[in-house]
Nanobody, 125 residues
Framework: QVLLVESGGGLVQAGGSLRLSCAVSGRTFMDSTMAWFRQAPGKEREFVAI????????NYADSVKGRFTISRDNAKNTVYLQMNSLRPEDTAVYYC??????????????????WGQGTQVTVSS
């Protein structure tokens, strides 16, 4: 069983930055594709970014491309999401995900088996 714990959320003004962390325990981390999703009030959970087990391959939602960066430190069993140039529309609960189902692309919530509890990001205008 895998345990994911997110941290780093908070309140920031538009244009500011935050760095989210997701600490992983309970299984082999280094062979796991990891991703970040977010869910705003009244909206469905949406894909934000994904990173391969080696960190050599990443992909982003168009809405965050050029502003957010996903990375990982396998020695620390941690994945990060650096968020720059934040906008009010980035306000959401951010979740990290692990356990990509074989054959899935990883851009939908159903593609992952394990989730953290989420961390709130609020961007004021």
């Amino acid at each position: 069983q895998v345990l994911l714990v997110e941290s780093g959320g908070g309140l920031v003004q538009a244009g500011g930055s935050l760095r989210l962390s997701c600490a992983v325990s309970g299984r082999t981390f280094m062979d796991s594709t990891m991703a970040w999703f977010r869910q705003a009030p009244g909206k469905e959970r949406e894909f934000v970014a994904i990173i391969s087990w080696s960190g050599g391959s990443t992909n982003y939602a168009d809405s965050v491309k050029g502003r957010f960066t996903i990375s990982r430190d396998n020695a620390k069993n941690t994945v990060y999401l650096q968020m720059n140039s934040l906008r009010p529309e980035d306000t959401a609960v951010y979740y990290c995900a692990a356990g990509l189902v074989d054959g899935r692309r990883g851009t939908k919530g159903a593609d992952f088996r394990s989730w953290g509890q989420g961390t709130q990001v609020t961007v004021s205008s």
